[in-house]
């Protein structure tokens, strides 16, 4: 079974405006990951925020981190239909360090 | 530089037939993982290499699934005999985890093979 789960399940924007993505987890983490996923292609990595930091900035994205509610979000300012993919959040723990996805938000940017 | 390759991209086959999945992974990374994902779902870790050794198998099931990387390089996923739940997109991943450093290896994931079972 899967530990994160996001919020919402899917989130159908128009253009221009900005979506949010929520993510849960249930045990303590190093980390906690955002990824994105086209139709039929592979998982692309966006950022990482570690355990420490509670918020972090790349391009139009920004992740905070919550760890006292287990919880982050992904913001992705003025969108753009190229941005329309699932996104999920991985926590990273343990020893191993593995990486735990949660079920995705699918991201629909209306032109 | 090439990102992590994998083949076939789709496969269809009857059930109770074998199936085998090959992956390449980026040059020089020396650890490679073989993910589950389901259709909805987040993709789920089957097992991670470090190198030529299985450091975490736990939910790969081993009375129908193996895996190798005997050079520690590229590997294969077998499946043996295929059931109708097994199919779902299997990803390869891979990540140059170095010693001493941080926790965070960034994994960088192939586009994957789409599994039909019939």
């Known amino acids: 079974s899967q530990q994160g789960e996001e919020d919402p399940q899917a989130l159908s924007i128009q253009e221009g405006e900005n979506a949010t993505m929520n993510c849960s987890y249930k045990t303590s983490i190093n980390n906690l990951q955002w990824y994105r996923q086209n139709s039929g292609r592979g998982l692309v990595h966006l950022i990482l925020?570690?355990?420490?930091?509670r918020e972090k900035h790349s391009g139009r994205l920004r992740v905070t981190l919550d760890t006292s509610k287990k919880s982050s979000s992904l913001l992705i300012t003025a969108s753009r239909a190229a941005d329309t993919a699932s996104y999920f959040c991985a926590n990273s723990g343990g020893s191993n360090y593995k990486l735990t996805f949660g079920k995705g938000t699918l991201l629909t940017v209306n032109p | 530089e090439a990102g992590v390759v994998q083949s076939p991209r789709y496969k269809i086959i009857e059930k109770k037939q074998p199936v085998a999945f090959w992956c390449n992974p980026i040059?020089?990374?020396?650890?490679l993982y073989w993910y589950l994902q389901n259709l909805g779902q987040g993709p789920e870790l089957l097992i991670r290499y470090e190198n030529e050794e299985a450091v975490d198998d736990s939910q790969l099931p081993k009375d129908r699934f193996s895996a190798e990387r005997l050079k520690g390089v590229d590997s294969t996923l077998k499946i043996q005999p295929a059931e109708l739940g097994d199919s779902a997109v299997y990803l390869c991943?891979?990540?140059?985890?170095?010693?001493?450093?941080?926790?965070?290896?960034?994994?960088?994931f192939g586009p994957g093979t789409r599994l039909t079972v019939l």
């Open positions: 040059s020089g990374h020396n650890t």
């Open positions: 925020i570690r355990s420490n930091e």
């Open positions: 991943a891979s990540s140059l985890d170095l010693l001493g450093q941080d926790s965070y290896n960034e994994q960088f």
